[in-house]
């Protein structure tokens, strides 16, 4: 088979389009024959050696895709060569074949394409995760949701106005205010690029406590970091709770006197630590957000995809910080 591969730590311009053996399905494994690879920010760590996991090399990055099953391994109950699903593959995505357990794949709906069966389950379990079980948002509080046109931003949005929520979306361009306004923000901010100097921190942070409102903001979801979480954080509600999800401006230093003054809780969110530790829990999760996507409630936006040769493009523009909603790359027609 063919697969994208990290053969030595660097950016994507090093990924190498080249022969690969076949993988095997092992014990409780099947394989998969991928159609589509979606593009994550984990992908753009992971083959420079700054994710928290490192797999042997060579690997192909790409942490979840779609496909049709190509051989079941022993002990697998319930599936079949030819079933379209959703995996979750950690890496290893982006290749013509990946051997994935069994207990990490999804049935992908008929009538749903591959490229948004891939692009469904990172981003929306994540959020949900960090929404619910993190953040305890009610309906009707507020919610401040920092790259808000990302993939998590985006399904942000749609998870908190879904679970009757006031979402304000914080965004870097009026064409992303516009993807976030699309997806149902209530309210949006355009905000500059760090780093800020202090007075431009201190404006920013006044910019966020006039969007959310004077009781603030009752939940924060960053997946940003840098220098938009200090001045998120100051426009935080009385016992708000504040998502810390991902650092692609840089991981941020926040100063605790501010989550003393407003009694507020800083929340660490891992999804994929918690989905190994509660698999019943993440379970009710992907089966409400599978509801939720057949009731239009959430949708997977795939803004542009990639031929199999060019997903190291999709990884730059992803680290570059440009995308707006999904990123997928076609494996196979």
Same mark, same amino acid.
């Given at each position: ?141 507020? @919610?401040?949701? @920092? ?187």
């Amino acid at each position: 088979m063919r697969a994208l591969l990290s053969k030595a730590p660097g950016g994507p311009e090093t990924l190498e389009l080249a022969d690969a053996p076949d993988p095997v399905a092992r014990k409780g494994q099947v394989v998969v024959a991928v159609k589509a690879c979606a593009i994550n920010y984990p992908d753009v760590l992971i083959i420079q050696d700054k994710y928290q996991f490192k797999p042997e090399r060579p690997f192909a990055p790409g942490g979840e895709v779609s496909g049709l099953i190509d051989s079941v391994g022993e002990g697998v109950e319930g599936w079949a060569a030819g079933d379209r699903v959703i995996a979750m593959t950690g890496w290893n995505g982006l290749a013509e074949k990946v051997a994935v357990d069994a207990v990490k794949l999804q049935r992908l709906p008929e009538g749903r394409s591959f490229a948004e069966g891939s692009a469904l389950l990172l981003t929306y379990a994540t959020t949900i995760h960090a929404l619910l079980d993190r953040g305890k948002l009610q309906a009707g509080q507020t @919610l401040l949701v @920092l790259g808000a046109a990302g993939g998590v931003g985006l399904a942000a949005i749609e998870l908190g106005k879904a679970y009757g929520a006031r979402v304000v979306a914080a965004v870097s361009s009026e064409e992303k205010a516009e993807a976030a306004r699309q997806a149902g923000a209530d309210d949006t901010i355009i905000y500059g690029r760090a780093p800020f100097d202090k007075d431009a921190s201190k404006a920013l942070a006044e910019q966020f406590k006039a969007a959310v409102g004077p009781n603030g903001a009752d939940v924060i979801y960053d997946p940003v970091g840098g220098d938009y979480a200090e001045p998120a954080l100051r426009s935080i509600a009385w016992e708000g709770r504040y998502l810390v999800v991902g650092f692609p401006a840089g991981i941020p230093r926040l100063p605790l006197n501010l989550t003393l003054l407003k009694s507020c809780d800083v929340c660490g969110v891992f999804w994929g630590a918690f989905a190994a530790r509660d698999p019943k829990a993440n379970a009710a999760h992907t089966a409400t957000l599978f509801r939720l996507w057949e009731e239009g409630k959430i949708n997977p936006r795939v803004t542009e995809t990639y031929a199999f040769a060019d997903g190291g493009q999709a990884i730059a523009k992803m680290g570059d910080r440009g995308a707006i909603g999904k990123l997928v790359v076609t494996v196979a027609e």
